[in-house]
Every structure is written in structure tokens, then in C-alpha cells.
Nanobody
Framework: QVQLVEHGGGLVQAGDSLTLSCAASGRTFRSLAMGWFRQAPGKEREFVASIAWDYNTNYRDSVKGRFTISRDNAKNTVYLQMNSLKPEETAVYYC?????????????????WGQGTQVTVSS
């Protein structure tokens, strides 16, 4: 079992930056691929970014160049730095962990989920 706890959500203005963190416990963190997803009201949960055990990263096209996913294996933590935020990126952001070494872009690629943290971007 893996427990995930997200931190760092909040209310920001368009163009601002925000960094989310997700602390993992319960299993060797370095062997997990980690991902960030988001879900806006009335919409399906969507992939944002992932980082594999070897630090290989993937992003959805709309966040490339603005978001950065990173991990600190010594702290069992994954981060999502978000720059130039847009109002349409208002959502609950979820951290996820995958037993697959390279994770993936699908919800079904992930075995464990955090409770989510709200990010609201005002215009």
C-alpha cells in the first residue's frame, strides 16, 4: 500500500505560479512512477505530468514549458511546479503512484491516489 498526501493548492491569479507537493509513504518510493492529474468541475480527470523511476518525464501538451514535475527520493516527495497559470486550469489536482516503472497517461496506469488539492486560478 502507498499513502499519498498532496499539499500546496490555493487561490492564485492568472499568470501566477504555484508549486504542489505530494508526500508518499508505505512503499519504496524510488521504485514508483508518479503522476499528476487534474479534474475540473463537470469534466473528466485528465493527465497533467508524470515522472518515472529514472526521472524521465512526460507532460500533456498544454502545460509543456510551463509546468515542471520533479521528485526527491530522499524525501519521498514529488512536486509539480506550475507557472503562468490560466483560469481554465482551475481544478482539483491529484497525485498518483504507479507500480509500472514508467507510469503512463491513463488513470488505469496508476494504483494509488491522493485525496486531491484544489487549485483555483482567477482571471
Amino acid at each position: 500500500q502507498v499513502q499519498l498526501v498532496e499539499h500546496g493548492g490555493g487561490l492564485v491569479q492568472a499568470g501566477d505560479s504555484l508549486t504542489l507537493s505530494c508526500a508518499a509513504s508505505g512503499r519504496t518510493f524510488r521504485s514508483l512512477a508518479m503522476g499528476w492529474f487534474r479534474q475540473a468541475p463537470g469534466k473528466e480527470r485528465e493527465f497533467v505530468a508524470s515522472i518515472a523511476w529514472d526521472y524521465n518525464t512526460n507532460y500533456r501538451d498544454s502545460v509543456k514549458g510551463r509546468f515542471t514535475i520533479s521528485r526527491d527520493n530522499a524525501k519521498n516527495t514529488v512536486y509539480l511546479q506550475m507557472n503562468s497559470l490560466k483560469p481554465e486550469e482551475t481544478a482539483v489536482y491529484y497525485c498518483a503512484a504507479s507500480s509500472k516503472p514508467f507510469g503512463g497517461r491513463q488513470l488505469t496506469d496508476y494504483d494509488y491516489w491522493g485525496q486531491g488539492t484544489q487549485v483555483t486560478v482567477s482571471s
